[in-house]
């Protein structure tokens, strides 16, 4: 079986830092959102294809320096084509079935249970949803009593969600579902696809775990958290010479000594974390510094970026290089 993970988005949401860093790229826990993304695949998923665009340098340089568990492919959009169009770009010589992941979602699901209950019945598809208060920033699902998606409307405003039940970004298709998106066309899957596959059958796994789309600062961070609690974030607990409490994932090529923690914190390698800088629900990227007596709260620190001594950063993103 194989997985083709979309990975080709602007990650506008998470500007300044994805002008440098495509979003997949971005720590969280202790590795690069996608590493997460990847930690869910089944052991029967035998490759994932990567459907890359924006810094698909970036990313194909990564996954080179640093393998994931499973062999990876990525094919490269010249042009964005929109989910639908990216999967069309990237299908040849997909699985049947395959599985379908977008690459910013941090889950504790059990796919293997979503492939067996796609098995299960006739239809072209399962998408995997969870049920959420807020519905409208996602695609929204109708279901009929047997869990069949009725109707499906992405991004709907609060009046229009059918349910509070969205697609957690995750599903299981037929391979003949890539041959009804038309070829070398931008469209979204979501929008203009998913819609038209409803009638041929596709059904609702309701997923139970916890789940985020990291796709915004404060999703992002909640997610850390999430993998923190989950056991999934490598070193949780302070390291020498720092005091404070954990869980964190400080990389050993980054400086710290003299640091406190307040939890969830993720630091890159060859950053540096001044003496009694204090970091709480932060992520600190490749050698940004914090400078002494900083402190860095519900924050990320882009790239080589820089927090004054003393200063304090709160619910902010910096981008590479910033100065605060
Ligand atoms: N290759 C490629 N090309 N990938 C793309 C493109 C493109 O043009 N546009 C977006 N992607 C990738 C993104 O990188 C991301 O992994 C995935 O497709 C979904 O894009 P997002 O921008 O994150 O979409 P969203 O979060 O607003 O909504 C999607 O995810 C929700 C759940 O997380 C939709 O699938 C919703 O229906 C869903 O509820
Ligand atoms: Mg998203």
């Known amino acids: 079986m194989k997985a083709l993970v979309l990975i080709g988005g602007f990650g506008t949401r998470l500007r300044p830092v994805t002008y440098s860093v495509p979003k997949q790229l971005i720590p969280i826990a202790g590795k ?22 924006y810094k698909a340098d970036a990313i194909a340089r990564y996954v080179t320096e640093h393998p994931p568990h499973l062999p990876v492919r990525t094919i490269v959009e010249a042009e964005p084509l929109g989910t639908g169009g990216a999967m069309r770009n990237a299908g040849a010589g997909m699985s049947d079935p395959f599985l379908l992941m977008n690459s910013d979602v941090i889950a504790g699901f059990d796919l293997a249970s979503l492939l067996a209950q796609h098995a ?9 949803l969870v049920e959420v208060d807020d519905p409208t920033p996602y695609g929204v699902a109708e279901l009929d009593p047997d869990d069949r998606i009725r109707r499906f409307v992405e991004k709907p405003t ?13 599903g299981v298709w037929r391979r003949e579902a890539l041959d009804r998106i038309p070829d070398r066309t931008p469209l979204s899957w979501e929008r203009e696809v998913v819609p038209t596959l409803l ?10 775990g916890f789940w985020e789309d990291a796709g915004t600062p404060e999703r992002l961070l909640r997610a850390q958290r999430y993998l923190f609690d989950a056991g999934r974030g490598g070193r949780r607990a302070v390291p020498k010479g720092t005091t404070g409490q954990g869980p964190v994932a400080i990389d050993p090529s980054a400086m710290v000594e003299g640091a406190t923690f ?16 204090y970091l709480e629900d932060a992520i600190v990227m490749d050698g940004a510094t914090i400078a002494p007596g900083a402190s860095v709260l519900h924050s990320i620190v882009g790239p080589h970026a820089r927090v004054r001594a003393g200063h304090r950063v709160s619910h902010q993103v910096l981008g590479e290089a910033a100065e605060a």
């Open 262 to 277: 307040g939890g969830s914190v993720t630091v890159a390698p060859h950053a540096v974390v001044g003496a009694g800088a």
């Open 32 to 53: 690069p959102m996608l590493y997460h993304v990847l930690d869910l695949l089944p052991p029967t998923v035998e490759e994932a294809v990567l459907a890359t665009g």
């Open 199 to 208: 009638a041929d059958g596709v059904f609702a796994y309701r997923a139970t």
């Open 158 to 170: 609060r009046e229009e969600a059918p349910s509070r039940w969205i697609n957690a970004g995750l």
């Open 120 to 128: 299960a019945h006739a239809g072209l598809g399962t998408m995997t």
